[in-house]
């Protein structure tokens, strides 16, 4: 039986070296891509004026208040705060899954970096700014993709791996 000393140590977590969080430097450069991307956004391009670079995409400066697809956009500005407070919420649970998950598990340490990251982006722009700066815009005729940014990419990402990783996962046990 283990004694309480090792019981606080596995629950703890990994020594940083050994653990997730010694790729913290991918969030950050997450973070820092995002941001770099949306200042050079905010100073080129006019709001809601497209610059078409191909067939079927453009630059097109927006703001969303909201969340994915603009949810919650019309809300009234409380929705801010939820999404600032709910971004938080889930950083500090991705560190701590971070801390107790060992760095060899690439797929799975990637995975939570990058959501770590782009939600990370994203809570700055809506301190900074009061919403999220989209400038990403897929269309095709008049079918427009909702307009996004580097954060929303590493999320979705990150959360891609997640699966593949937990689909990994599943299909060790099941062997």
Do not use: C
């Not at 050994?18 to 991918?26: I, M, T, Y």
């Not at 969030?27 to 891509?33: D, F, K």
């Not at 603009?70 to 500090?92: E, Y």
Request: proline share 4%.
């Amino acid at each position: 039986m283990p004694d309480q000393s090792e019981s606080f140590q596995q629950n703890k977590g990994l020594p940083f070296q050994e653990s997730g969080l010694a790729w913290l430097w991918l969030a950050l450069l997450i973070i820092v891509l995002d941001q770099s991307t949306k200042i050079l956004a905010l100073s080129f391009l006019a709001p809601y004026e497209p610059v078409s670079l191909l067939p079927i995409f453009n630059l097109t400066l927006a703001f969303n208040p909201g969340a994915a697809f603009s949810f919650l956009g019309d809300a009234g500005g409380w929705q801010r705060w939820f999404f600032v407070a709910l971004a938080m919420i889930v950083s500090v649970a991705l560190l701590v899954w971070l801390r107790k998950t060992a760095k060899s598990n690439k797929v799975l340490v990637i995975g939570l970096l990058a959501v770590l990251g782009g939600a990370l982006g994203n809570v700055i722009d809506r301190l900074a700014y009061q919403h999220v700066v989209d400038f990403l815009d897929f269309h095709w005729h008049f079918w427009h993709y909702p307009t996004f940014n580097v954060a929303d990419i590493a999320i979705t990402l990150g959360a891609l791996l997640l699966v593949w990783d937990a689909w990994r996962s599943d299909s060790k046990r099941s062997a």
